[in-house]
């Protein structure tokens, strides 16, 4: 469904991702994926409603994707299928130069997808940018691990 291509050009074109639903818990998946990619030079926005105002990766939390100032490129979203719709709905309000939408692993919305497509949005379901950035970008070896990064605190 989505050519290497495609997620490369993506993945290559993307210079600010806000995180919908990102943990400030370190062993969240949520919170090491936006870790992973503020690490490769994005700039990542973390959102959460529960955690706003604390300081994440350089960057203060913010509440929701109306309280972000200036565009993103792209919204990856770590919330269930049903939050989607409302995160498509705001981010294509907010967002006047949004490029993608882009549902992590476990998370997808036909619906949603169609309406964020439709509006011209680039929209990746059930797939996660770090292991795609991994493997697209050389750091993934044949046995499926990582590479990039070695820490005890990921």
Request: proline share 5%.
């Amino acid at each position: 469904m989505y050519t290497d291509a495609r997620l490369k050009d993506i993945l290559t074109r993307t210079k600010v991702i806000a995180v919908v639903g990102v943990s400030l818990n370190p062993v969240r998946p949520s919170y090491y994926v936006a870790r992973y990619l503020s690490l490769k030079g994005y700039r990542v926005i973390p959102v959460n409603p529960g955690h706003a105002g604390k300081m994440l990766f350089g960057e203060t939390v913010q509440a929701s994707l109306s309280d972000i100032e200036g565009e993103v490129d792209m919204v990856d979203i770590f919330r269930r299928p049903e939050a989607v719709p409302a995160i498509v709905e705001e981010a294509l309000t907010v967002f006047a130069d949004l490029q993608t939408i882009w549902m992590q692993i476990g998370v997808e919305h036909a619906e949603a997808a169609a309406q964020a497509e439709a509006r011209g949005v680039t929209v990746i379901q059930n797939r996660c940018p770090k292991i795609e950035y991994q493997r697209l970008f050389g750091e993934l070896r044949q046995g499926g691990f990582a590479t990039g990064i070695i820490s005890s605190k990921l």
